[in-house]
Structures are given as structure tokens and as C-alpha cells.
Nanobody, 122 residues
Framework: QVQLVESGGGLVQAGGSLRLSCAAS????????MGWFRQAPGKERDFVAV???????NYADSVKGRFTISRDNAKNTVYLQMNSLKPEDTAVYYC????????????????WGQGTQVTVSS
């Protein structure tokens, strides 16, 4: 089973960009679908984006056209490039992994990272 560590969060002004990284341990990273989720204070953890083991992608409507998920299997890392950031993107961002499911349902992901804070100022 993989273990996940996110990085790349921080404080950015509205309209700016950040790139989050999620590094995975283990030799079977390429067999896992990787998802990004986010949780704002007092709210549910919401789906952001996912990339399958074959590289197919899916996005939440709120981030389509602004965020891009990608993976580098040689580096055991998945990325989330976030452009045109808005204050409502402020949240703790989590990556998740599963080797049987790739989709928006957070309940079906088996492995989670510890999260990284993203704060977008207006």
C-alpha cells in the first residue's frame, strides 16, 4: 500500500497560481488512481480532480479550465496545477489513492495524505 505526502500549498493572491505535489511511496504507484480533494473550514471534503492509472482525468465543475491534474509515474508523484485561483479555492487540499476506483466519491479511496493548506487572498 502506498503512503502519500502532499506539498506545495501556501498563500497566494486571487488570480495567482500554485502547483501542489503528492509524493507516493511504494513500487506500485502506477497501478493507483490518484485524486485531489479539498476541505474548507466547516465544510465537507469535496472532490477536485482525479487521474486514473491510464491517465484519464476528471474534474469538478468548479475547477474545470483552471486546474490540471497530472502524474509522473517515474517520480511516483501526482500534481495539481492551479491557475486563476479564487478566494473560494481556499481549503486544505488532500490527495488520495485507490487501485480499484477512480472517481469523485471520497468514501471509496483507500489511502489519504495529511493535507496541505492553500489560502487565496482577495
Amino acid at each position: 500500500q502506498v503512503q502519500l505526502v502532499e506539498s506545495g500549498g501556501g498563500l497566494v493572491q486571487a488570480g495567482g497560481s500554485l502547483r501542489l505535489s503528492c509524493a507516493a511511496s511504494g513500487r506500485t504507484f502506477s497501478r493507483y488512481a490518484m485524486g485531489w480533494f479539498r476541505q474548507a473550514p466547516g465544510k465537507e471534503r469535496d472532490f477536485v480532480a482525479v487521474i486514473s492509472w491510464l491517465g484519464s482525468t476528471n474534474y469538478a465543475d468548479s475547477v474545470k479550465g483552471r486546474f490540471t491534474i497530472s502524474r509522473d509515474n517515474a517520480k511516483n508523484t501526482v500534481y495539481l496545477q492551479m491557475n486563476s485561483l479564487k478566494p473560494e479555492d481556499t481549503a486544505v487540499y488532500y490527495c488520495a489513492a485507490d487501485n480499484r476506483y477512480w472517481g469523485p466519491d471520497k468514501r471509496l479511496y483507500d489511502v489519504w495524505g495529511q493535507g496541505t493548506q492553500v489560502t487565496v487572498s482577495s
